[in-house]
């Protein structure tokens, strides 16, 4: 069924008999190829599901031409479960609703596309949670948690994903569709007397397990986190091992507990009846730093003793990254001196007084030991955040690392009795150094379940060589300690090959029928649990992986190894498809589209730099549609735990591609703002009408491609420039020293106003004032991949500015976006240290203004109001906004609510672009909108020029610059 013709024929009775989106073409096909593992396998075509009788239909449709189905949601297995030469079902863009909940029973009903951090939302006023807690819950969705019956950090108080499945509706090989659920023991012979599918189902699994039933007792892992295999030990009552405590409903026959862990390799879930748990009354950490991972390892039982409900750990690998990476290095406050492990043990209580006692009575044990570098206990909000924000971003904080050697997973999954981890863990890492290489080491030490990644170059064939290796050691090591290859993420096509080997010929034989049973043509998710895929083919990146990069760019790209592997920095774990907190990534927070992602993007230019897109390179369809929802906000540099930087990638793309073609007009006229501004400010106000005229927007968009329903900015007459020369200087001015201060061309031409405002609280705190007078930062430019010109306006901009950062004069912006161009980009252009002095003397100025030790007393008249606060992108990304709220909250009475809002869709030129429109608004009617809306009296403070242009032209309003409130609020004697 790989014939043209016939793909054809099957894109059509799809596309006829469904209402779902389906998708054949090359760029889906290659985005749909790889997930978070190693693995690149191109599918047939890609079927986005509206509805539950479009997966139906998609699955009866594949049954009649005998194509296979995978099953997708976030695609964030690292096992390469939901990649296949099959029709790619992905419920994440449709079926992720939630559905009721009975509260009485403690249960939800749930589509298979619901990520897990929006559930339990959607319960928390409840007091209610879904147990199991991946590190991937701000994107993981339901569906994917069951196919792998994954677990998470406190799987020692709420086991694993089977533990809290009820029921699931799924549709079976032959489109069938029916729900699994628990039956009682009077109805089982009855359903497994019926002769259609679902009586098969249930009648084999039935039979086998008690035909095999004392192998299966035997060869089953008897720990906790085991999810290699299918769940037989399920039918077999009091056979699984559960969490200590858990309360199990009575044993019936149900086979969703097999569905469960199953890999899509049964059936397709297409809605699940979860059970819930209460949420805690009082949580804690209790953090203890070890100076040797086998010294942590060793305590491990007496701290489990203690009562909590998980024990994480995390090695100086793993540490010593987040501690470098922007969106961490501040919370690292948990680790104690240089520690090669910490052991962090999470409480909960009822009350805080029993919190408080549980967490003192561990610190009591450990305080002074031998070995233990230092205990920290975090009972309050945020300090106890920061070590599972840490902790969450483990697998790509290590896929971080520069070159080609990477953290590989594939033995990483092991489980084992905890009380035997100590001694396993040194057997495995004998196995690793044998192949002369390290390994990092993280997760649910608690449970037996670390994460060791070997450290290897698979871009190698000897390194492929030492992964074929070490899995078959580990596996052998594996089945000696009678463990698990796989605790929480599954088999897929990393393990696969080892189950045959860890639970013997008849319990192996006993899967093969039950797979037969529901899947007797092997249509459902081929080659994975009952197969043996080898581990070291299908590589994305492996010894045939060869990309063509640029000869030479204008970006320096060497502090990640090349422009190349810049881009193989995205280790696929999908960070970027989350949506309810951050940034990252805007563009598919409104689309819910995988090629809107940052991941998306990587995999698209990796892919057109290897031909597997076609050969024409960067100037490839598909990567240009990736890129053009690029709003280059540059959140994937700090909130991507790799700091994939997609706006340098996508510029240094444009201007390859403005080599060898014709740079637009609409292009060129944004690159060249600097210019135009002050044309707008001379002839203002005839400038300001013209562009108000439609028939000079109909022009304006055929031309120059600026959508015609966007209201467009205005010039004022009296620049910045102009008011400044003739201003009176406030007597304090220079009594503190001197500042300069950055007059961009959106603050001085568009509004001249915030700019003012800069000068007045400057001189009132005490600082002379002169203005750069740069042309232009070149930060437009660099958006529209005009580099060359970026580069020349970064150089004499930095000649200008060198000589006041040699004499440590604080150069400040007012403007975002073009004050951070010199601290991230010009050091991006090799040009030398100057660039490194200019960006290290920068900073935004209400950062400056909320210094003590610079502004030590600024006297402010109270202000008893609320102000929301909409950070700007850029800023957020690479110096964050604690310096803005610390500003604001100089003036007495003011309350500042920052809004967790993300972008606000204009991000420089993008919204007012033909074809951005529709994103661009949906990105402000996603929060900021409707926040201004939910706070009438509240008044709206945002930095960005372009952010406010967004909301004075959706709604009407004129949010202020922070710097103009601090202004208004200036005593009369200060402002004169």
């Known amino acids: 069924m790989t014939t ?236 699984p091992v559960r969490a200590a405590g858990w309360r199990d409903d009575p044993w019936q026959f149900n086979l969703a507990r097999l569905i469960v862990g199953s890999e899509g390799t049964l059936a397709v879930i297409q809605g699940a009846e979860l059970k819930l748990v209460p949420i805690p009354a009082a949580t804690g950490l209790v953090v203890l730093s070890f100076a040797t991972i086998p010294a942590a390892l060793d305590r491990l ?27 961490y290095a501040g919370r690292m406050e948990f680790a104690e001196g240089r520690p090669a492990a910490v052991l962090a043990a999470q409480f909960y209580a009822d009350s805080a007084e029993e919190l408080a006692d549980r967490a003192n009575d561990l610190a009591r044990r450990f305080e002074g030991r031998p070995h233990v570098l230092g205990v920290r206990k975090s009972l309050g909000g945020a300090e106890k955040d920061d070590f599972w924000k840490v902790r969450k971003a483990g697998f790509s904080l290590l896929m971080g690392l520069v070159g080609d050697s990477k953290p590989v997973a594939f033995v990483e999954d092991t489980a084992v009795a905890p009380a035997r981890l100590p001694a396993f863990y040194e057997r495995f890492e004998a196995i690793v150094d044998r192949q002369g290489v390290e390994a990092a080491c993280y997760g649910h030490a608690d449970v037996g379940c670390l994460h060791i990644r070997p450290i290897l170059n698979v871009k190698t064939r000897e390194g492929v060589e030492s992964l074929r290796t070490i899995a ?21 096509l990393a393990r696969s090959l080892w189950n045959a080997k860890l639970f013997g010929p008849e319990v192996y034989g006993a899967f093969e029928t039950v797979k037969h049973a529901f899947d007797p043509e092997n249509r459902m998710n081929p080659g994975k649990v ?110 991507c735990p790799s700091s ?55 022009l304006l968009e055929k031309v120059a491609g600026i959508d015609r329903r966007r209201t467009l900015p205005t010039f004022a007459r009296d620049h910045l420039r102009r008011w400044f020369r003739r201003h009176p200087v406030d007597s304090r001015a220079g009594t503190r020293g001197s500042v300069l201060l950055m007059d961009d061309c959106f603050t001085t031409y568009n509004n001249p106003e915030i700019g003012r ?62 004050l951070l161009t010199l601290v991230d980009e010009y050091r991006d252009f090799r040009l030398g240290p100057d660039a490194d002095l200019v960006a290290k003397s920068a900073l935004l100025v209400d950062a400056f203004v909320a210094d003590p030790a610079r502004v030590p007393s600024l006297p402010l008249r109270p202000l008893e109001e609320q102000v929301l606060l909409h950070g700007h992108c850029q800023q957020k990304a690479l110096v964050g906004t604690a310096g803005t709220l610390a500003a604001l909250r100089r003036i007495p009475g003011l309350e500042v609510k920052e809004l967790d809002s993300g972008c606000c869709g204009m991000a420089g030129s993008f919204g007012y672009e033909h074809g951005h429109y529709e994103v661009s608004v949906a990105l402000a009617n996603r929060v900021i909108l409707p926040a201004m809306k939910a706070n009438p009296q509240a008044r709206l403070i945002a930095p960005g020029f372009s952010c406010r242009s967004q909301v004075h032209g959706l709604a009407g309003l004129t949010p202020l610059h922070p710097i103009e409130l601090l202004a208004d609020q200036l005593t009369p004697q200060e402002s004169a």
Request: glycine letters at 10%; hydrophobic letters at 40%; charged letters at 25%.
């Open 757 to 818: 405002a800069a000068v007045r609280v400057l001189e009132a705190s005490g600082y002379r004032v002169e203005l750069a007078g740069l042309p232009c930062c070149g930060r437009p430019a660099l958006s529209k991949g005009l580099l060359p010109l970026g580069r020349d306006l970064a150089r004499e901009n930095v000649r200008r500015l060198v000589g006041h950062a040699r004499k440590g004069t604080p150069i400040l912006g007012c403007e975002p976006s073009c």
């Open 301 to 327: 039982e007496e701290i489990v003793a203690t009562g909590p409900v998980a024990v994480e750990m995390l090695d100086r690998m793993i540490l010593d990254l987040a501690a470098t990476h922007p969106a």
């Open 472 to 492: 078959r050691e580990v596996s052998d090591l594996v089945v000696e300690f009678e463990g698990a290859m796989s605790g929480e993420h599954g088999d897929g």
């Open 4 to 239: 043209t013709t016939n793909l054809q024929r099957l894109q059509d009775r799809l596309s006829r008999e469904t209402r779902a989106e389906v998708r054949f073409d090359r760029g889906t096909r290659g985005l749909y190829s790889t997930d978070a593992s190693l693995y690149q396998i191109e599918p047939l075509g890609v079927v986005l599901p509206r509805t539950a009788a479009d997966v139906v239909t998609t699955v009866r449709i594949a049954a009649d031409e005998g194509v296979p189905i995978v099953p997708r949601g976030a695609a964030t297995s690292l096992s390469g479960q939901t990649i296949g030469p099959a029709i790619v079902l992905d419920f994440s863009k449709y079926l992720n609703r939630v559905g009721v909940v009975d509260r009485d029973r403690m249960t939800v009903r749930v589509e298979p596309g619901v990520v897990l951090d929006r559930l339990n939302a959607h319960l928390r006023p409840l007091g209610l949670m879904f147990g199991p807690d991946v590190s991937t819950s701000d994107r993981a969705t339901i569906g994917g948690m069951i196919g792998n019956n994954s677990a998470g950090a406190r799987s020692l108080r709420y086991g694993k994903t089977v533990d809290h499945v009820h029921s699931v509706d799924v549709v079976l090989a032959d489109g069938t569709p029916t729900t699994l659920g628990p039956v009682a023991a009077a109805d089982l012979d009855t359903i497994c007397a019926r002769t259609d599918s679902v009586g098969t189902i249930h009648r084999v699994v039935r039979d086998t397990v008690a035909r095999h039933r004392a192998a299966i007792e035997a060869k089953f892992p008897k720990i906790l986190r085991r999810v290699s295999g299918y769940n037989l030990d399920e039918f077999v009552p009091g056979l």
């Open 644 to 698: 994939v930087d997609m706006a340098k990638l996508k510029a240094e793309v444009l201007h390859q591609v403005y080599k060898a073609k014709r740079v637009p007009i609409g292009t060129l006229l944004m690159g060249h703002i600097h210019h135009l501004n002050p044309i707008g400010s001379a002839t203002a106000p005839l400038a300001n009408w013209t562009l108000q005229q439609p028939s000079f927007k109909w």
């Open 530 to 639: 009952v197969a043996a895929p080898d581990p070291g083919d299908n590589l994305r990146i492996g010894p045939d992986y060869h990309p063509h990069e640029p000869e030479s760019t204008v970006f320096d790209f060497s502090s990640q190894g090349g422009f190349a592997r810049a881009v193989e920095m995205c280790s696929g774990v999908g960070a970027c498809r989350k949506t309810g907190t951050g940034t990252m990534c805007p563009s598919y927070m409104v689309t819910m589209e995988e090629e809107h992602t940052t991941r998306g993007r990587a995999n698209s230019l990796r892919m057109a730099m290897t031909g597997e897109l076609g050969n024409d390179g960067f100037n490839n369809e598909t990567l240009h549609e990736a890129l053009d929802l690029c709003l280059q906000c540059k959140a994937c540099k700090s909130e």
